[in-house]
């Protein structure tokens, strides 16, 4: 019989006393796993075989064997378990856990440290790094094994460690791990340099390698950031590419471009290239005064140097000046004091002239340009407007002249208050005038100098000087004193809504009124056979062909004259100038002139007027001829009688008028309102006249003269539509004359 036990405990047994062996085990997971191995034909190779052995499997067995007929013989045996390790675990040095094939990433020139560790494994397993063949590292019978790499190379990229787990009696168990290193960028190149005009586009193109990952790439001029939408990036391995393409302008001249690439991995560390803009455009051109160097310093005969300054590239090699408003080029003038030496004008000796607007251009291979106006304000002495002109004056002895003298100079702020002086040059002395006929205004004196009786044709020279803080008037103004003359008749009369306009002729020399006469035209008396001479109107020369005395006359300071004072009828207009010399020669004429005739009475106005229609033929009856004769025969005696008595009626009003002196500014013959006929007899041809007064009442009192006068086809009603006062003993007379006052105010309120 055969026993076997573990440690101090029976396990298992084999039974051979009763024929064939009988197997027995502990119950329990150990008893399942362990069976007896009897081999029949090689008894000595029997043996008890354990099943799936178990670290707690190890320990001292012993086997008893009992004989029928000998001692029982004990066996012990020393079972030694060897327990592999677990699968190698690789940490980092934060002891995170790197699961996969790939370890980072890291930074390079960071510290490396990884761990590979090997839990269990009895005996304790050897523990080691490996770079392809090379040991790196090597642990004893240890479960970890450290690998330290102090920097990180770039080449450290991409790189294959190996951790190996050999236990003994054991196969080794093996972990890869790939290096997964960002790298710095290690190049910057910038392109596309060289020259270009101003407003077209380039393209700079800026290469990198090296970088893992791709870079970042910023562009910066002058320190300012590009836009990234102007860019495109191209990335080719470890080479990226940024392209920026820049519309190129005058202000990028001599600016910086810069290409900075930088790993966001490495904040700190960035790599850049740069280039500088080379731009060509055309001149910016300035002018500037540099001496002296304060504008207020310009004074008459000192110096001024303008330079021209040109922003222009390549730098401008041509430099011209210009003067005035139409931009006049100035050349080299040595009489005058102008040199022009590359970008300067020199001006020497300044004078008035020279107070103008300045300007330059600069020229190179890119074109040229005008700069902006420089003024310059010469300080100067007074300098009369008229420059050397000798200005006349007409004067008569016994009378005096009035002038007036203008001076440029500068502004008193600038170049002080003028002053001024006259004198008058006689033909036998030189004598001020006194200051108390003198009057300053600004920039101009007028001068008021009396001429005495004694003078001779030659009346004489005033001069004007001026001065101010600069200095004296160089030249004086002169004027001349000549006799005057008479002036000459106005020309081009017309006569437009009755109004009469003429222009003016000179005046001699001196100021001028104007004097208008008008004449009413009456029937002309019949010449005889034997009349050989003309009677003549006034002392002018004026023929009186049936022209009444003047009935109108006026005066004004511009020949311009209302004639809506004259009654109806027809006149003719004597226009004269007039002044403390004279009266001209000859009056401007203008005959046969129409007011308010009967041609014009349907004309709206002052005095309306209404001609009735013929009246309408009577009807055709066996007795017609005979009813025909005695309205024409009534008529004509109605139409006498009416004329009659209107023309008495007038010519007592005449006879009863008291006489006055004939003043220049009135009416001296009423002929408002009535049409007055000069002859002792009235023509059947000549049409009544009626006046109806009043203001409401005009048109009924109208109508009443209409129904009155019907059998006579040729009456005219004339109504007076101005307001009348309500006495009614107030006479004819009184308002003729209250008309002629109001329209001879009218005319002067007009001409005003």
């Given at each position: ?26 119950a ?8 007896f ?43 030694t ?69 102090p ?34 960028p ?51 391995g ?28 490495f ?15 055309p001149?910016?051109s ?73 300007r ?44 007036r ?53 030659d ?63 009456v ?14 109107m ?14 109108y006359?006026?005066?004004n ?18 226009i004269?100038a ?173 001409d005003?």
């Open positions: 019989m055969i026993l076997f036990y573990y440690e101090c405990f029976f396990f298992f047994s084999v039974d051979f006393r009763n024929g064939p062996s009988v197997h027995w085990a502990t329990g997971e150990f008893g399942a796993r362990t069976h191995v009897l081999n029949e034909s090689d008894p000595s190779s029997a043996h008890l075989a354990v099943e799936k052995v178990v670290r707690y499997d190890e320990g001292i067995y012993r086997c008893r064997i009992d004989y029928v007929d000998s001692p029982t013989r004990n066996y012990r045996v020393n079972l378990v060897i327990v592999p390790p677990e699968p190698p675990r690789l940490y980092d040095s934060e002891g995170r856990e790197i699961l996969g094939n790939f370890a980072g990433p890291f930074r390079e020139g960071q510290n490396l440290l990884l761990s590979c560790q090997a839990a269990g494994g009895k005996p304790p397993p050897d523990v080691s790094w490996y770079q392809g063949p090379d040991r790196l590292a090597f642990t004893r019978e240890g479960s970890v094994c450290q690998l330290h790499i920097t990180l190379s770039r080449e450290m990229s991409g790189a294959k460690f190996q951790c190996r787990v050999e236990p003994p009696l054991l196969e080794p168990q093996f972990r890869d791990v790939t290096i997964k290193l960002f790298l710095k290690q190049f910057v190149r910038v392109t596309g340099s060289g020259a270009t005009r101003a407003g077209q586009n380039r393209s700079f193109v800026c290469t990198t390698r090296g970088s893992k990952p791709a870079p970042n790439i910023d562009w910066f001029i002058n320190s300012r950031l590009v836009d990234s939408t102007m860019t495109e990036v191209e990335v080719d470890d080479v990226t590419k940024s392209i920026l393409t820049w519309h190129v302008r005058r202000e990028d001249s001599g600016r910086q471009l810069v290409c900075r690439v930088s790993n966001p991995w904040p700190a560390y960035t790599i850049e290239d740069s280039l500088m803009f080379e731009v060509m455009y001149p910016v300035q002018i500037s005064l540099i001496e002296p160097k304060e504008p207020r310093l310009l004074r008459e005969d000192e110096n001024a140097v303008l330079l021209c300054s040109a922003d222009a590239s390549p730098a401008a090699y041509n430099f011209t000046f210009y003067k005035g408003t139409e931009v006049y080029q100035i050349r080299d003038d040595p009489i005058a004091g102008i040199a022009v030496e590359g970008d300067r004008l020199m001006l020497r000796g300044l004078r008035r002239h020279h107070s103008t607007v300045y330059c251009k600069a020229r190179n291979s890119e074109g040229s340009a005008l700069s902006d106006p420089l003024t310059l304000n010469v300080l100067t002495r007074p300098e009369c407007s008229a420059g050397s002109v000798v200005q006349q004056l007409a004067g008569a002895p016994g009378g005096e002249v009035r002038a003298c203008s001076v440029n100079a500068p502004s008193s702020r600038d170049a002080g208050p003028l002053r001024f002086y006259w004198t008058y040059n006689g033909t036998k002395d030189v004598l001020p005038v006194p200051a108390s006929n003198v009057t300053v205004m600004g920039s101009s004196s007028t001068v008021i100098h009396g001429l005495h009786d004694d003078e001779d044709e009346l004489g020279w005033l001069a004007c000087w001026a001065s101010n803080d600069i200095g004296n008037q160089r030249e004086p103004c002169l004027f001349r004193i000549m006799p005057a003359a008479l002036p000459e008749p106005p020309s081009n009369c017309e006569v437009t809504n009755e109004v009469l306009r003429c222009d003016a002729g000179h005046d001699g020399g001196l100021s001028q009124q104007f004097l208008l006469e008008a004449l009413e035209e029937r002309p008396r019949q010449p005889t056979v034997d009349e050989n001479e003309i009677s003549t006034n002392d002018q020369g004026i023929s009186g062909r049936g022209l009444s005395e003047a009935v006359r006026y005066r300071d511009k020949p311009q004259f209302s004639l809506d004072a004259l009654s109806p009828g027809r006149y003719t207009f004597l004269y007039e002044t403390p010399r004279g009266r001209s020669p000859r009056p401007a004429a203008l005959r046969s002139v129409s007011i308010r005739t009967v041609e014009d009475l349907d004309r709206p106005g002052s005095l309306q007027t209404m001609t009735p229609g013929p009246p309408s033929p009577p009807a055709q009856t066996d007795n017609s001829v005979a009813l025909l004769v005695g309205a024409a025969l009534s008529l004509v005696l109605l139409t006498i009688l009416t004329t009659l008595c209107v023309a008495l009626v007038v010519m007592c009003k005449k006879k009863n008028r008291p006489r006055r002196g004939a003043e220049p500014d009135t009416i001296s013959r009423r002929n408002i309102g009535v049409s007055m006929y000069g002859a002792s007899t009235i023509s059947p041809s000549i049409v009544p006249t009626v006046v109806v007064r009043g203001h409401r009442g005009s048109r009924v009192l109208a109508a009443r003269w209409s129904g009155v006068l019907d059998d006579a086809p040729l009456a005219v009603l004339a109504l007076d539509t101005r307001p009348h006062d309500s006495d009614s003993s107030r006479s004819d007379e009184d308002h003729h004359e209250t008309s002629l006052t109001r329209h001879i105010d009218d005319t002067s309120q007009i005003t």
